[in-house]
């Protein structure tokens, strides 16, 4: 792999020359493609339409270029008329700095330091002895070298040299993008047949949708630029600064470059606006018009039109503006972000380059559940902690608990399984997930808040890959007034862990859970439902105990648990939590029979829907008479 990624750079460096047009023809055949379909509803041919769109879109950028040009050499003929307000400004600012005399005393006394030095040399000389007459030295013979007179052949070739390169270049993007426009289709079935023609019908999609975005994206940037462009024009010409078509050109144009494109922009028009006017009001004005166009284009205009982000992480686009003007200098600079973004977008849909989105995107290298899992195997619920809380901001606690912190579970109940989990890293995890539910135990359950994916991207991201049905998203909060007498006690609720630290962590979340409720738990390790600990097990006000298992490989262990549970508790309802991935009804109905308990859940907000339900407090908040009667006979 090393020698490969060598060998492109390489080839994409010593390429340049011919890879630069065809990137070029590949990124404008993407904002193109749409107006050619466009000219196409009105019945044009293909070929037809391609040509028409292509020549018209490299006739306004040749304007674009003239126009530019014609600027350029209007601003280097004003240059030297500049210089005297440039002067006047430097010495007004030296004559109002403080440190002026400090600086001027300074530079005299080295200078006399110099002569000082320089004297004991002379002074040598005079008291010596007679120095020896000197030679005159030869005079020197002027020599100049005369060329002769060019002829009209090599005038010629003198003028159009310099236009060969560039001429060579747009030539070749201008045959690359009809082509590529041209053979659209076949294009995309030779990338098919490279990236997998197993399964034609997704890749095909894929691709097509990729196409489309990438299109759609680039024609949305090349609008905003644009018209941030001819916004900044047109107020450096009202503002009065020179050339104003000019660096609105550059403004647009340097807008592709994330981060500091804007700031490059500016530069140019503060520094004219510096030498342009005697005092400072021009510049001051210059400055107003970038810090207020700047923030209303980034954070109200794109946002409207394709949202906060463009696909890629903060720290690509630094990357990749690194890497790209490495290779290709000021191009590489302007078509860094482009060309990333294409990256990305392969890597979402094509399944072998799924590894340049993990790299460049700007979606979580990891999924919420295995960033849970993660921090507890680190000992830090701190950042899972606060994960949560953007959770929350959308979505309910018993959602959270459900989709994301039993799943991490259940990724360490898998790795647990297969050895790679020592006792002292389970407790580990176990005392994390305390701390974790100590954390957002100040998190109220309430009905979820709907959040503008456009304005609040924490909540946004931090749902990102998580299910959006959850059907335990809005139960009822109970009051402990509302509760039977036998619910009023201390904790009524009793959260058991039935064989180690993972079911004990379970089980924490559970009663934090019930508890956000207004159903207060306690929770019990393993070795309460020890044969030597079950009598001794503090039972005093408890109308319901939930027996939590992430593993059903003993159903033998659950039944005899429930018959000790059954001895101790006879009156108390028992809930067996069986929470692997991916049990279904029918497995979580036999081990309910098999362990003979009163019911079963296969998630916390099942679990936590039972619990309400058995207190027998229907919607209103009263007691529905033999409720619980029913349900414990059930």
Not at 51 to 68: C, E, K, N, T
Not at 291 to 306: A, T
Not at 319 to 329: D, N
Not at 438 to 445: K, L, P, T, V, Y
Request: net charge negative; aromatic share 6%; with cysteine.
């Amino acid at each position: 792999m090393a020698i490969l990624a060598a060998i492109i750079v390489m080839v994409l460096y010593y390429g340049r020359e011919i890879i630069i047009p065809i990137a070029l023809a590949v990124l404008l055949s993407f904002v193109l493609a749409p107006l050619v379909r466009l000219v196409q509803r009105l019945r044009i041919p293909r070929s037809l339409a391609v040509v028409s769109v292509v020549v018209i879109a490299f006739a306004f950028i040749f304007a674009m270029g003239s126009l530019l040009a014609t600027q350029l050499a209007q601003l280097a003929g004003d240059l030297p008329r500049y210089q005297s307000t440039i002067s006047e400004k430097i010495q007004s600012f030296r004559e109002t700095t403080a440190g002026r005399g400090t600086l001027e005393r300074a530079s005299s006394m080295l200078k006399d330091l110099s002569k000082e030095l320089d004297k004991p040399k002379e002074a040598a000389n005079s008291l010596g002895t007679i120095a020896a007459p000197k030679a005159a030295a030869p005079r020197p013979v002027p020599v100049e070298v005369l060329q002769p007179d060019p002829g009209a052949l090599e005038s010629l070739q003198t003028l159009i040299s310099p236009l060969l390169h560039p001429l060579a270049t747009t030539g070749i993007i201008v045959i690359f993008v009809i082509f590529i426009l041209l053979q659209r289709e076949d294009l995309r079935n030779r990338l098919i047949r490279l990236a997998g023609s197993d399964d034609l019908q997704r890749t095909t999609a894929a691709l097509d949708d990729a196409a489309s975005r990438l299109s759609r994206l680039f024609l949305i940037q090349l609008l905003v630029n644009g018209s941030f462009g001819i916004i900044i024009g047109m107020g450096l010409w009202l503002i009065g600064v020179p050339s104003a078509i000019l660096w609105g050109i550059l403004a647009a144009v340097l807008r592709f470059v994330p981060y500091i494109g804007a700031v490059i922009a500016a530069a140019f028009p503060l520094a004219l606006a510096v030498a342009v006017d005697p005092t400072w009001t021009m510049l001051l004005w210059t400055i107003a018009l970038f810090v207020v166009v700047e923030p209303v284009v980034g954070h109200v205009l794109e946002p409207m039109v394709y949202g906060h982000s463009t696909g890629l992480s903060p720290v690509a686009v630094v990357a990749s503006a690194t890497f790209w003007t490495a290779l290709w200098g000021p191009i590489g600079l302007v078509l860094a972000t482009p060309l990333t973004v294409c990256l990305v977008v392969l890597g979402r849909h094509v399944e072998r380059l799924e590894f340049l989105d993990v790299m460049f995107g700007d979606r979580p290298a990891l999924s919420p559940p295995e960033i849970f899992y993660q921090r507890m195997l680190a000992g830090d619920p701190t950042e899972a902690s606060a994960k949560a809380e953007e959770f929350l901001k959308e979505r309910s606690l018993s959602s959270y608990y459900d989709e994301v912190a039993l799943r991490g579970l259940q990724l360490a109940q898998a790795d647990a399984e297969r050895g790679a989990l020592d006792p002292d890293r389970l407790t580990k995890i176990r005392d994390a997930v305390q701390e974790f539910a100590n954390n957002i135990s100040e998190q109220d359950e309430r009905p979820p808040q709907k959040v503008n994916p456009t304005t609040d991207v924490e909540a946004t991201s931090a749902i990102e890959g998580v299910a959006e049905d959850a059907p335990y998203e809005s139960l009822r909060v109970l009051r402990k007034e509302d509760l039977p007498s036998e619910w009023q006690g201390d904790h009524p609720v009793l959260c058991l862990a039935g064989r180690n630290p993972i079911d004990e962590a379970a089980a924490i979340m559970l009663a934090q859970l019930t508890g956000a409720h207004g159903l207060s738990a306690r929770v019990e390790a393993a070795e309460a439902l020890s044969t030597a600990n079950i009598f001794r097990l503090e039972t005093a006000g408890v109308a319901i105990v939930c027996l939590v298992y992430m593993d059903a490989s003993s159903p033998a262990h659950m039944r005899y648990s429930v018959r000790r549970l059954r001895r101790k508790l006879p009156k108390a309802t028992i809930i067996l939590g069986c929470w692997m991935k991916d049990i279904g009804p029918v497995a979580l109905e036999s081990l309910r029979e098999g362990a003979k308990a009163d019911l079963a859940a296969a998630t916390l907000g099942g679990a936590l829907k039972l619990c309400i339900e058995a207190t027998g407090v229907d919607s209103l908040g009263t007691v529905a008479e033999g409720q619980i009667s029913k349900i414990t006979a059930a």
